[in-house]
């Protein structure tokens, strides 16, 4: 069996072009964080659905992993009603030396 290292986004390493990888990944990271989120306060589904601003199917799709029903606006917006605090870092390639 070989083994290939990651690039660290699972999402290149599957073929994905850049920009849609980069944006699955961000989504996935988004998605974790709202489900780790909901395991700690030990919502119910309703309850969540009401905190989170969402209908109680959105919330089982979120704890199903569906990542094609969520957009990374819908995301942020769900961890905003939640009380969250959303950071974007953005981080530029190293430079080059030569």
Do not use: H, W
Not at 16 to 36: V, W, Y
Not at 43 to 48: C, F, M, R, V
Not at 56 to 76: A, M
Request: include cysteine; charge should be positive; proline fraction near 6%.
């Amino acid at each position: 069996m070989e083994i290939t290292k990651s690039c660290g986004n699972i999402f290149l390493d599957l073929g994905f072009k850049p920009a849609l990888a980069e944006n699955l990944q961000i989504r996935a990271d988004l998605m974790i964080e709202l489900r780790d989120y909901l395991k700690q306060v030990r919502l119910s589904p309703p309850q969540a659905a009401k905190q989170l601003g969402v209908r109680e199917t959105t919330v089982e799709k979120l704890l199903q992993g569906k990542i094609g029903v969520f957009p990374v606006d819908k995301l942020i917006k769900m961890m905003v009603n939640a009380g969250l605090k959303v950071k974007v870092t953005v981080r530029r390639p190293p430079r080059r030396r030569g």
